[in-house]
Structure formats: structure tokens, C-alpha cells
């Protein structure tokens, strides 16, 4: 409540992501979105998947969903998880609330919210798909065919969508948190302050080459340096790519080798722009 105030007062977007247990009866959903929409939260998103659901019943996203639409926060999505044989979808999600919700994104990955309207808030679904990155990864055996051509492609959030980890130190974006050693992790904001670590971060060639080239042609360039690194074929999404280029510790070690070769081609594209 207390950072939501500070980022509220400061004049940031706030959200936050929740799987709703806390909204036992409907007075109890109330009563805390009251509390929350007061220090200024913006956006709810109400998490809801497979992975949840056999640990919060969907009564409970059911009961917050229905509660929040009494407070006008600029958008209120139920975050869906989903691959080909998952039973908690988008669908069933609508099902279960009787609502015909717009999806977050399209077929191809791209955001559809820019259509809000100010003072309007944006009811709808955030569909995903799994990805197959750390803890989820044991145990989630969904793979689907998707092709090189829709991995072969810049990340939009690499620098672009900071988070903070627990233990405070910046992330390259919100997908998952890096280990201590990858290169998307950056400085604490308990040492440094927060302009400085995100300019030396934003100097930092992985990630840049993350944010422009992608993980795929990074991977393809670690490939060239080091051939007997395996990497899957069976890639479900950019941030499985990410994952395995900057945090498995063969992966990383031919990473390393490979940042001259990164950092020539940005160089090269300078002095072409020049
Ligand atoms: S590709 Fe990497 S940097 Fe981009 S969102 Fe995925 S995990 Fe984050």
C-alpha cells in the first residue's frame, strides 16, 4: 500500500498482478480494492490458469472480478496462462463469468489495450502462453509448433518493462527473475541509485543485442562461437530462448565469448547511421 501511494504521488502507473485469495466473501474483495484504489492503484490483474486454480478456487476471481467493477480503475484483466492442453483458457474463463471479454493480445503477439478509452476502464483477458522457463519447466510438457520465423525477432519489453527483484536489484524486464550472474540483472538500489544502474545497463551489450536483434539471433550467434552448446528445437516463445542463452551456465559461458561479436555489430550500425 505504502510503495503504491509513493509511485501513485510521483505520478506512475501502478498495478498489481494477484491470484485473489484474499477475496474470500464479497465485503473482503471490497473492502481491500477500496484500500488499494484509495493509495492509487490503477490496474488489477487477477491471475488465473492451471497452475493456479488447484490452489484458489475460481470462486475467487469470480468474487474480485465482480467486486472491482465498482471501483474505477483504469483496467481489470484476468492474467491467463494457456497452451494446447490446458483446461483453465481464455474460453473457459469467459464461460465461467458470462462475459464475452476482449483478449490482451492477438494471434501475433501484439497488444490490443492502446484501445482504451481515458476514463474508461478496459475490462478483458491478458492470454499468454506458457513458457517453459524455470519452475514451470519440469513439470509443463506443452510444446506447439511455432516456426523460426516467430521467434527471429527483437524483444519489446528487454529494457523497456524494468522490474525489481527481491532483493532489489533491477531486471531487464518482468518475465522472471534472473540468477545472480546474467547479464539481465543489474545493480541494488540499495548501492547505486536507480539512473545511474539503468544507464550502465542500457550500455550493456546483451542487452541490447536482446532488444534489438532478439534472443534467436543471439542464440545463433553464440551457436557460431560455440557449436557443441546444445540448445532445443522445439522453442516455445523468445523468453525460452532468453532463458536458456543467459542463465544455463554453458549457454552463458559461450554468451561471454560471443559480446565481441555483439558489440562489432552495434558498432557497425553506428557508423552506418552516421
Ligand atoms: S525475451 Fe528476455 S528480456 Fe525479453 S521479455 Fe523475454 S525474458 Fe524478458
Redesign the pocket.
Known sequence: MTAISAASDMGLNTRIVTNASWATTPEKAREKLSQLRAAGLRELNISADDYHLPFIAFDRVKTLWFAAKEFDFSSVLIANCAGPNSVITPEWIKNELGEDLPTRFDDDGNSQISDTVEGKTFYGLSNANI?R?RYGFEEDVQSWEVGDADLNRP?????R?ISMSPDGHL??????E?DADSP?RFGSVEEQPVDEIISAAYDGVI?NA??SI??FGVMKVVQSVAPEVPFRDDYN???E???DV?QRPDARKALMRATPILARFFIDQQVAAE
Open positions: 513458457q522457463v524483444c519489446p519489453y528487454a529494457g518493462s531486471l531487464a524486464c518482468c518475465g522472471f534472473f539481465l542487452l536482446i532488444a532478439g534472443p516463445s523468445i523468453c530462448i532468453c532463458f543467459t
